[in-house]
């Protein structure tokens, strides 16, 4: 598991030097009976008028060259002495560089964004393959019985470690093979099937969630899978099937979400034959145990030689790594993540994944369906705060009535109900897109881990609510009276670091912004860069004022108005009706926005963030519909959950929509200034603060460790 902090990142990239032009073409008609014309579907309109056409194609040149130039340095150029410090527009290049910027697949969150509701990408609910739903709930069952019998979740946690024999079960039973394919030792699991073994596995022990999820996610099965050559496939992949663990190595003490400032380096050899690797990374999941670790270092650029951030494949137990320090956090005791010191480690030329200065693409690509193992195990987490609270409050009676029937009760066990479900349908939904080829799911897997990591820390906190003294006494003390041990506590623990967990939510934000602007940029972009000379900026206003032209007026009326619209779907049809209209809402709004601020729209990262979070709450209302209808004869009662988390969302939308204009930012933004100058340093007074004499962040230098090598090895079964 990727640990990121929130640094302070500036938000999204709205300089044009660094957007790219993506092909203009027409959208397809819309079968669903969506306004199929003008609107902006991730590619750009075609404008008739000749003179726009030419500034157009200038621009597109223009913009094209900027971002190569960048790639080619590797999305960052020369680094600066002891990484560090670098600006403030570098770092943003760099971020950008890395992104994909093509759209060449229909992406149901894209549309969403840009004022279309095209309910036809997710309607019909797709369908899975029977033969492979068989395969996989053979294992999942295997895995099933193995838990409840083998598993003591509770001794890991007071333990702080996952026994080695649970190492060797779980590896018996395929389960670190799970997302490898078949041809290569592994169960060839669909995104489907494996977020539902995870889930699984984490309401027994979310270390083991963490563990399994780490290590197929993003360590090195899923880059492999993904970008590696069929040689490294074949040397790797089947003995990580069979049960060695691996990690990602990225952030660094001083490098979080920033990666422009990787200071880890891999200086080719004098013989040509590989790398050595220099540096420290902080976070590692499974750093301590994994002896296979994908490691992002950077390559300096060369005579023939691209350079920048890459990927390599390195062995943990290689000459030079030193595991200095199992970290300790507030939950998930039993993760074993480290902090890892490399000295003069050395990696041959075929341990590269995916050639010099890909390294960003890799992770961020990765991502994309990595980023669906988070939510898996938060659903898990809201099915089983449901299931304890309606035990709980069926059986607890206060008054003369179970809790359960108390208003201030019900309104919570609605929320926990409601929620779960549409945690779980998004995350089904964002799976079987995953598992077509034919979508993009980069904003949807973004969403669903935004959403789901906010909502199931919700649940936990409502759920300790209802349970009252007993949520916040830990399983042990629960059970030494005799009491059932439903370790709450334990769980909201666990759950907190899903909000800073690959992507905080502050990043999260700024980088579903970042996507759902993209179109915007591609017209407009050099309006708002500051560097753009007049030239530049009037042939951006040509071709933007061509493209708005067309694209404004579908958001004013669409099929959202029509009294029948969507009548298919029955009692639902009033939800999604609400959800076109304020996808229109939402695009109008955006517009608005980047007309008012322009260039200094990067910075309103809190309006930004209501705008991603009035997507997430659309997305999911269009899921649970589309699910509960399709369902609607063999599970009739999920039409009333989801009519229930409509009516929720609906609510929080309209706050959120509220919020856009009506809020406190901007003075929140000026008394930040003044606090961060002192000005209320008074205020701290009367208490006894934590002493200063460490820095914030732990400085290091290069060299070999001086600290006793901490990792451990699981000794093979006997």
């Known amino acids: 598991m990727l640990l990121v902090e929130h640094v302070d990142a500036s938000g999204p990239r709205f300089e044009g030097a660094a957007v790219t032009t993506t ?30 056409t030419e500034a157009i194609a200038t621009a597109a040149a223009e913009a094209t060259a900027d971002a190569a130039a960048i790639d080619a340095a590797g999305g960052a150029g020369a680094l600066p002495a002891e990484a560090g410090h670098v600006s403030e527009k570098e770092a943003r290049q760099v971020a950008e560089a890395a992104r994909e910027s093509a759209w060449d697949r229909p ?15 997710i309607h019909p609910w797709p ?27 509770a001794a890991i946690e007071r333990d702080a470690r996952i026994p080695d024999e649970v190492f060797h079960g779980l590896a018996r039973l395929g389960a670190f093979g799970m997302k490898i394919d078949r041809s290569h030792g592994g169960l060839g699991l669909s995104n489907l099937h ?74 080719p050899t004098a ?87 890909k390294g960003l693409k890799i992770a961020l690509t990765t991502l994309n369906t990595g980023r669906l193992s988070l939510p898996a195990m938060c659903v898990g987490a809201g099915k089983w705060s449901l299931n304890v609270a309606r035990d709980w409050a ?39 897109l995953a598992d077509d080829d034919r979508n993009d799911i980069r904003i949807e897997a973004a969403l669903v881990k935004l959403y789901a990591s906010e909502m199931a820390w919700k649940i936990g906190d409502e759920l300790l609510q209802i349970r009252g003294g007993r949520g916040y006494e830990t399983a042990d003390s629960l059970a030494a009276r005799g009491e059932r041990p439903a370790a709450v506590e334990q769980m909201l623990r666990d759950l907190r670091i899903n909000r800073i967990f690959e992507g905080s939510t502050e990043i999260m934000h700024l980088l579903i912004a970042r996507e759902a602007v993209d179109a915007h940029l591609s017209v407009a972009g050099d309006i708002i860069d500051p560097d753009a000379g007049l030239g530049r900026k009037a042939r951006a206003g040509a071709r933007a004022g061509a493209f708005y032209a067309k694209w404004l007026p579908t958001l004013a009326v669409g099929r959202g108005q029509a009294p029948r619209a969507y009548a298919e779907f029955g009692p639902l049809a009033g939800h999604l009706r609400q959800v076109e209209r304020h996808s229109r809402k939402l695009a109008r709004s955006t517009f608005y926005a980047m007309s008012r601020w322009q ?74 200034k003044r606090i961060l100058d002192g000005r209320y340093a008074a205020l701290e007074g009367g208490v006894i603060t934590p002493p200063a004499d460490l820095p914030w962040v732990a400085r290091w230098t290069p060299g070999p460790s001086a600290a006793q090598d901490v990792r451990r090895r699981i000794p093979r079964p006997e």
């Not at 992406?107 to 990408?121: C, H, T, V």
């Not at 395969?135 to 598993?151: H, I, K, N, P």
């Not at 201030?408 to 779960?420: R, S």
């Not at 519909?625 to 599970?635: F, H, I, L, Q, S």
């Open 599 to 672: 260039g200094k729209m990067e910075r309103k990262q809190a309006f930004l963030g209501r705008v991603v979070d009035i997507g997430a709450e659309l997305f999911a209302m269009s899921a649970v519909c589309v699910r509960a209808y399709a369902e609607k004869d063999t599970r009739p009662e999920n039409v009333e959950l989801a009519d229930l988390f409509c009516r929720q969302a609906r609510l929080r939308v309209d706050a959120l929509f509220t919020g856009l204009w009506a809020n406190t930012d901007s003075v929140d933004v000026a008394a930040a």
């Open 107 to 121: 992406s149901f969150g894209k549309e969403l964004f840009l004022g279309r509701l095209r309910i036809d990408l």
């Open 194 to 267: 494996y977020c539902r073994a995870l889930m699984l596995a984490g309401s027994v022990s979310p270390a083991i969630g963490a563990l399994l999820s780490a290590h197929q996610s993003i360590g090195v099965p899923q880059p492999l899978k993904m970008f590696g050559t069929d040689e490294q496939k074949q040397r790797f992949l089947p003995r990580l099937a069979a049960g060695e663990v691996s990690a990602f190595l990225l952030t660094e003490p001083d490098v979080g979400s920033d990666p422009a400032r990787l200071a880890t380096t891999a200086e």
């Open 23 to 52: 092909q203009n073409s027409r959208p397809t008609p819309d079968p669903a009976g969506g306004d199929p014309a003008g609107g902006p579907t991730g590619r750009v309109a075609p404008i008739d008028d000749p003179t726009a």
């Open 394 to 432: 069926a059986d607890r009676v206060q008054w003369g009535r179970p809790v359960g029937e108390h208003e201030a009760v019900a309104q919570k066990l609605a929320f926990v109900a409601a929620t779960t479900y549409g945690m779980e349908t998004m995350l089904d939904l964002c799976c079987l």
């Open 271 to 357: 013989d040509g034959a590989g790398y050595r690797l220099n540096g420290v990374k902080l976070w590692a999941t499974n750093g301590t145990v994994a002896t296979l670790l994908v490691v992002m270092a950077r390559v300096p650029a060369g005579e023939g030689r691209r350079g920048g951030i890459t990927a390599f494949v390195v062995d943990g137990d290689a000459e030079g790594i030193t595991v200095e320090r199992r970290n300790e956090f507030t939950g998930l005791r039993g993760l074993e993540n480290s902090l890892t010191r490399f000295h003069d480690v050395f990696v041959p030329n075929e341990n590269v994944i995916g050639g010099e200065g």
């Open 127 to 153: 369908r899975t393959d029977p033969a492979e739903d068989a395969r996989a709930e053979q294992f999942l069952g295997r895995l099933r019985a193995y838990l409840e019998s083998e598993v003591d979740g």
